[in-house]
């Protein structure tokens, strides 16, 4: 028995895999696996891929980028909060075998999959599009920022980073921004910024 999953159709005519998804109302089972495999993928990605970076919030690209690829191959209504609960499963068990996620990590790994869904709902053109995906990278940014300084602010991260005001004086302007470029990058490297048929 095949389950009706209505499709985000704006999204797809943009998606550089327009060519290979599916256009049916049904899902397909190649959809579903490619969309727990992509909240799988950022799980492991934020687990164990050390980008080199020394900023702080930029763990955001290791969330959405392969989410934003999940998206673009299956753009299924609520697909990200499927990427969201793969990703969240998957980071627990990594937990549970020893692989440390930091908490603000964690936290954008968890919202990004449902926040692209709240802002592609109502982006459904190229520009709204690329707005809707540096949004979300934003949003969930700017989340996984409170619950970081949270935790640093009431002593529960003693053995990392800065101290809680010089890690707010640069984190107040990187979370955000890594968000958003972000969010931008993994558009442009999914989706068209116009459709074929588009003019303006």
């Known amino acids: 028995m095949r389950m009706a999953w209505p499709q985000y159709d704006g999204i797809r005519q943009r998606s550089r895999f327009s060519s290979i998804t599916s256009t049916r109302e049904q899902l397909l089972p ?3 696996t ?3 495999l992509a909240g799988f993928l950022a799980a492991a990605v934020t687990a164990f891929a050390d980008l080199g970076l020394k900023i702080p919030g930029h763990s955001i690209i290791r969330a959405i980028f392969p989410m934003a690829f999940g998206l673009a191959v299956a753009p299924r209504r609520g697909a990200g909060c499927v990427m969201g609960g793969s990703a969240m499963i998957s980071a627990m068990m ?3 075998g ?3 996620i930091g908490y603000g990590a964690m936290t954008s790994l968890f919202v990004t999959g449902p926040m692209l869904d709240v802002a592609v ?4 053109s190229g520009r709204r599009l690329y707005f809707g995906l540096a949004l979300a990278g934003l949003t969930s940014n700017m989340i996984a ?3 970081r300084g949270g935790i640093k602010y009431f002593g529960a991260d003693h053995a990392h980073g800065l101290l809680l005001a010089s890690w707010k004086l640069k984190a107040v302007f990187t ?3 890594c968000g958003l ?3 931008l990058f993994s558009a442009w490297v999914w989706f068209r910024f116009r459709d074929s048929n588009e003019n303006d």
């Open 175 to 177: 979370y955000p921004v």
């Open 30 to 32: 190649l959809e579903l």
């Open 98 to 100: 020893g692989h440390s």
């Open 34 to 36: 490619t969309l727990l």
């Open 145 to 147: 920022f409170l619950i």
């Open 181 to 183: 470029v972000a969010g």
């Open 94 to 96: 990594f937990r549970w």
């Open 121 to 124: 709902h109502w982006m459904k």
